[in-house]
């Protein structure tokens, strides 16, 4: 995400050409929907972006903790599945 994010922010700027793939990116973000890059490597769903990296964070931090805080004490069902 941060690859293509970094290329689609220079490709507005003017730095690099602006292909069909970060052009159909920008279309994507825009119309406030999750880019085909990013449904490829994380989750799908039919949330809006906003909601989908709100949901994708969650999901991160809940295994993240698993790393520093051990196995917890209740797990979140959902994190585990496709909504």
Known sequence: MK???DQ???AIAGT???SQDLENMM???LDDRVPAQWEGVGYPS???LGSWVADLLDRLKFVGSWLYD???ATFWVPAFFFP
């Open 3 to 5: 690859l293509t994010l």
């Open 8 to 10: 689609l922010e220079r």
């Open 16 to 18: 690099v050409v602006m």
């Open 27 to 29: 279309t994507k973000v």
């Open 46 to 48: 039919l949330k809006p």
């Open 70 to 72: 051990g196995l917890p």
